[in-house]
């Protein structure tokens, strides 16, 4: 019996040592000062951006057409190489929940590349998603916004889930 007293202690013990900051499921606060970050949870894990936080983002006006891309890389993740966020011939402002279908002119989407493999999936073969630009400063060339939206994986079916998504970070023009 005093062996069992013991062992309960020890278990209460080591559960209430457990530090919130040890929790690699935390994603990085929303921000909106340029500070580098695209993070989201993917089926309940977290995704962070491992890029050293300034990665590919754009805003540009080409051929009369306003293209918008950001793509951030989380190289400690089983599932994704890359997940993007995009406009194609179609402007963005700050403050406006877009919804994100599918890679034609006059859209938003979302996309992702499938870790060791040569597959993608976009959100035109899903119930689509949401992307909110939460900033949008064209005189320090900063963006922020939050995301979400599911995808299709192309060889299993599953519908893989990327929710509380989040960036912040500077784009070129």
Do not use: W
């Not at 309960?8 to 690699?24: E, F, G, P, R």
């Not at 970050?37 to 300034?54: K, L, M, P, Q, R």
Request: with cysteine; charged share 15%; glycine share 10%.
């Amino acid at each position: 019996m005093k062996h069992i007293f013991l062992i309960l202690i020890l278990l209460a013990t080591l559960s209430c040592c457990k530090n919130d900051d040890d929790n690699n499921d935390t994603l990085p606060p929303a921000t909106q000062t340029g500070a580098g970050i695209f993070a989201c949870y993917v089926n309940g894990t977290s995704y962070i951006d491992t890029s050293g936080g300034y990665f590919n983002c754009f805003y540009q006006f080409i051929d009369g057409e306003y293209f918008f891309g950001i793509g951030g890389e989380d190289n400690n993740h089983n599932l994704f190489d890359q997940i993007i966020l995009a406009s194609n011939a179609s402007s963005i402002e700050e403050g406006i929940v877009y919804t994100l279908t599918c890679n034609l002119t006059d859209s938003y989407y979302g996309e992702v590349a499938f870790t060791g493999q040569l597959l993608d999936a976009t959100t035109c073969n899903t119930n689509f998603g949401t992307m909110t630009i939460t900033k949008l400063d064209f005189t320090n060339n900063i963006i922020s916004g939050t995301f979400e939206f599911d995808i299709i994986h192309p060889n299993t079916g599953e519908t893989i889930q990327i929710r509380e998504g989040r960036f912040d970070t500077l784009f070129t023009q």
